[in-house]
C-alpha cells in the first residue's frame, strides 16, 4: 500500500534532486523510497555480504541476453569502434 508523505526540504535540494531524477528517468519517489529502504533494511548475518539496493534489484532481468553472450568481447568490440 502507497502512503503519502510530506516533507520539508531546501527548494535547491528538491530542484536538483528533480533533475537527477528526471535524467535518471525515474521518480524522484522511487529515489526517496529505495534509499529510506535501503537505511531500514536489516542487515545479514554475514557483515561481508553486498545489499542489493531496490533500485537494481528492480532492473534485475529487465535486459534478456542469451547463454552464450560475451560481454567481454561486445566491450572489446565497442571500445575498438569508439576509438577508431
Known amino acids: ?5 510530506t516533507l520539508r526540504l531546501n527548494s535547491s535540494v528538491i530542484e536538483k534532486a528533480k533533475i537527477y ?3 535518471q528517468k525515474i521518480s524522484l519517489s522511487k529515489i526517496i523510497e529505495a ?4 537505511l531500514t533494511r536489516e542487515k545479514g548475518n554475514d557483515s561481508n555480504q553486498i545489499s542489493i539496493t531496490p ?3 528492480s532492473l534485475s532481468g529487465v ?3 542469451p ?3 560475451d ?3 561486445e566491450y572489446a568490440e565497442y571500445l575498438t569502434e569508439k576509438y577508431k
Open 1 to 5: 500500500m502507497e502512503t503519502k508523505l
Open 21 to 23: 531524477a528526471k535524467s
Open 35 to 38: 534509499y529510506l529502504d535501503s
Open 55 to 57: 533500485l537494481v534489484e
Open 63 to 65: 535486459i534478456d541476453l
Open 67 to 69: 547463454p552464450d553472450f
Open 71 to 73: 560481454y567481454k568481447k
